[in-house]
């Protein structure tokens, strides 16, 4: 999680426009849709859902919302039936006697009933408290409708008058969000399994993925918002499974593309409102994922034209990440350009990533013979030199298993290995068979992100009963606790577990947890 947040005031910048016109070109259109709330509902506690909250259908009926005036400290809440993406605006009068005050309420928007429990003044969370949910406003003059600007990320929406005067309540009417996706739905046939419980999880992941297509693959509407290099290459894999929007994909590598640093560094994400911005964070993989995202797609839809004029860029992401490695092959981590692989830092990660660099090289070669790069012998040398000290360093026979610079075996460096095929299939499938034995049930490990290459993994390793059960215990866990789209940050033995000190600030729809469409299609559907 620390290394996400970093700050480099000092590095320089470059705007290709030709590159960026290029990724203006591919902006997707905004499918809107006005949607209103299904029923009103009260908070309660029921353990079984997180942090022990829930909703129960009010007494109140939403058809005769006009008709339940709201005095000082009244509230409803109203449930929109699903995870909403969008803008909100309400009509709102007054019933008794004549309006001597100015209305004081609060809204307040929570894709959790675990948000709608918690109280903003009690966060004490190092995120920003101005990605909480909320709004205070006054409004002098009654009757009106509240047009709120901001996009919210939501199913209940939460109305509190906070102060009017005794002389008169406040009346609602009308509430309507309407929603913003880029996804299209017109060409989109969903899988469908007999298995009800896999049929769950692949219909929320397709709603997870929906609701962060926007104008970009966004990692998260609800805080973030942007893209994100690491989001971005298991998006593309879910959306290939799915919506298959090509142009989406193209638009977010061109606008990596653009603005590298000076020496040619792609950032681990940017912004793109108001104005295109890279960030000044960058992290050892999710720079190379731009060549996996650009051989990912060339995979799907081949575009020899889109691979040589994106190359270049590609390969400096190599040649930047090689000098990393000492002359045995060996990774050397540069805290300035960390290896991510989890949030967790509970475990060494090199050996993971000296596992993810095989994986991009084989992809980046790929790449090579298309543009018939002349120095293709000498990546093909650089990665048989990684890949021998991997198999005749890092392997430790008497374990079967992978090990670390400090002789430590976790589960990110199997995992990473196996996908990467640094051994044989035969070998792979022990190896993970000994991961299971060794090293499960999955510990200090709460991210989506992570598990996804883990079920991977198994899946490539022929064990496929082994990685629909984790599937099934890992997002089947999120749905039984009440998810409608998939969380940033899930641990299953701390289900209350926040990166950021309260769930009020937590990504309850985030797009790198959208990965189950990809997986069911590409292991299960055909088998």
Same mark, same amino acid.
């Given at each position: 999680?620390?290394?996400?947040?970093?700050?480099?005031?000092?590095?320089?910048?470059?705007?290709?426009?030709?590159?960026?016109?290029?990724?203006?070109?591919?902006?997707?259109?905004?499918?809107?849709?006005?949607?209103?709330?299904?029923?009103?509902?009260?908070?309660?506690?029921?353990?079984?859902?997180?942090?022990?909250?829930?909703?129960?259908?009010?007494?109140?009926?939403?058809?005769?919302?006009?008709?339940?005036?709201?005095?000082?400290?009244?509230?409803?809440?109203?449930?929109?039936?699903?995870?909403?993406?969008?803008?909100?605006?309400?009509?709102?009068?007054?019933?008794?006697?004549?309006?001597?005050?100015?209305?004081?309420?609060?809204?307040?928007?929570?894709?959790?009933?675990?948000?709608?429990?918690?109280?903003?003044?009690?966060?004490?969370?190092?995120?920003?408290?101005?990605?909480?949910?909320?709004?205070?406003?006054?409004?002098?003059?009654?009757?009106?409708?509240?047009?709120?600007?901001?996009?919210?990320?939501?199913?209940?929406?939460?109305?509190?008058?906070?102060?009017?005067?005794?002389?008169?309540?406040?009346?609602?009417?009308?509430?309507?969000?309407?929603?913003?996706?880029?996804?299209?739905?017109?060409?989109?046939?969903?899988?469908?399994?007999?298995?009800?419980?896999?049929?769950?999880?692949?219909?929320?992941?397709?709603?997870?993925?929906?609701?962060?297509?926007?104008?970009?693959?966004?990692?998260?509407?609800?805080?973030?918002?942007?893209?994100?290099?690491?989001?971005?290459?298991?998006?593309?894999?879910?959306?290939?499974?799915?919506?298959?929007?090509?142009?989406?994909?193209?638009?977010?590598?061109?606008?990596?593309?653009?603005?590298?640093?000076?020496?040619?560094?792609?950032?681990?994400?940017?912004?793109?409102?108001?104005?295109?911005?890279?960030?000044?964070?960058?992290?050892?993989?999710?720079?190379?994922?731009?060549?996996?995202?650009?051989?990912?797609?060339?995979?799907?839809?081949?575009?020899?034209?889109?691979?040589?004029?994106?190359?270049?860029?590609?390969?400096?992401?190599?040649?930047?990440?090689?000098?990393?490695?000492?002359?045995?092959?060996?990774?050397?981590?540069?805290?300035?350009?960390?290896?991510?692989?989890?949030?967790?830092?509970?475990?060494?990660?090199?050996?993971?990533?000296?596992?993810?660099?095989?994986?991009?090289?084989?992809?980046?070669?790929?790449?090579?013979?298309?543009?018939?790069?002349?120095?293709?012998?000498?990546?093909?040398?650089?990665?048989?030199?990684?890949?021998?000290?991997?198999?005749?360093?890092?392997?430790?026979?008497?374990?079967?298993?992978?090990?670390?610079?400090?002789?430590?075996?976790?589960?990110?460096?199997?995992?990473?290995?196996?996908?990467?095929?640094?051994?044989?299939?035969?070998?792979?499938?022990?190896?993970?068979?000994?991961?299971?034995?060794?090293?499960?049930?999955?510990?200090?490990?709460?991210?989506?992100?992570?598990?996804?290459?883990?079920?991977?993994?198994?899946?490539?390793?022929?064990?496929?009963?082994?990685?629909?059960?984790?599937?099934?215990?890992?997002?089947?866990?999120?749905?039984?606790?009440?998810?409608?789209?998939?969380?940033?940050?899930?641990?299953?033995?701390?289900?209350?577990?926040?990166?950021?000190?309260? *769930?009020?600030?937590?990504?309850?729809?985030?797009?790198?947890?959208?990965? *189950?469409?990809?997986?069911?299609?590409?292991?299960?559907?055909?088998?």
């Amino acid at each position: 999680m620390a290394f996400t947040f970093q700050i480099n005031n000092d590095v320089k910048f470059k705007h290709d426009e030709k590159l960026l016109a290029k990724a203006e070109g591919f902006r997707p259109e905004i499918k809107k849709e006005r949607i209103h709330p299904t029923r009103i509902v009260e908070v309660i506690e029921d353990p079984l859902k997180l942090n022990g909250v829930g909703v129960t259908e009010s007494d109140k009926n939403i058809d005769k919302i006009e008709e339940y005036g709201l005095k000082r400290n009244d509230k409803m809440i109203l449930d929109f039936g699903d995870h909403r993406v969008g803008t909100f605006k309400i009509h709102i009068d007054q019933t008794g006697s004549p309006m001597d005050a100015p209305l004081y309420m609060r809204i307040k928007f929570a894709e959790l009933p675990a948000e709608l429990a918690a109280e903003s003044k009690d966060y004490e969370g190092w995120l920003s408290r101005s990605w909480i949910q909320e709004e205070f406003i006054h409004i002098d003059e009654l009757p009106a409708t509240l047009e709120l600007p901001r996009r919210y990320s939501f199913r209940y929406v939460e109305l509190k008058v906070l102060d009017t005067s005794p002389k008169w309540q406040a009346v609602f009417s009308d509430p309507t969000v309407v929603t913003e996706t880029s996804a299209d739905y017109s060409g989109f046939e969903p899988m469908r399994f007999e298995d009800p419980e896999l049929q769950k999880i692949y219909d929320i992941g397709v709603k997870t993925l929906a609701d962060c297509t926007q104008d970009v693959f966004e990692d998260g509407p609800k805080r973030d918002r942007r893209l994100w290099l690491g989001d971005l290459r298991l998006q593309a894999l879910a959306n290939y499974a799915t919506f298959d929007q090509t142009d989406l994909v193209k638009r977010c590598l061109y606008l990596f593309a653009a603005m590298t640093t000076e020496e040619g560094k792609i950032s681990a994400n940017v912004f793109v409102k108001p104005e295109n911005v890279p960030d000044d964070t960058f992290l050892f993989e999710y720079s190379l994922f731009f060549i996996s995202t650009l051989y990912d797609l060339h995979q799907a839809h081949p575009d020899e034209e889109l691979i040589r004029e994106l190359y270049p860029i590609a390969k400096k992401q190599m040649n930047i990440t090689l000098k990393m490695f000492d002359e045995n092959g060996k990774l050397n981590p540069d805290e300035n350009y960390p290896v991510f692989v989890d949030w967790s830092n509970d475990f060494n990660k090199d050996t993971a990533g000296q596992a993810e660099m095989i994986y991009v090289m084989k992809q980046f070669i790929e790449l090579a013979k298309v543009v018939r790069d002349s120095e293709i012998s000498m990546y093909e040398k650089k990665l048989e030199l990684i890949t021998d000290y991997a198999k005749n360093v890092l392997f430790r026979p008497e374990k079967n298993l992978f090990a670390t610079a400090w002789d430590e075996y976790n589960i990110a460096s199997q995992v990473w290995m196996v996908l990467a095929h640094v051994m044989s299939d035969e070998e792979n499938k022990s190896i993970m068979q000994t991961t299971i034995q060794e090293l499960f049930p999955v510990k200090n490990i709460a991210t989506p992100y992570m598990y996804h290459h883990i079920v991977e993994a198994l899946f490539e390793a022929g064990l496929d009963e082994e990685a629909i059960h984790l599937m099934k215990s890992y997002w089947g866990k999120m749905i039984s606790l009440g998810a409608d789209t998939y969380w940033e940050a899930f641990d299953p033995d701390q289900p209350e577990y926040s990166p950021y000190g309260s *769930p009020i600030v937590n990504s309850y729809c985030h797009a790198w947890s959208c990965t *189950p469409v990809y997986l069911l299609k590409k292991y299960v559907e055909n088998k």
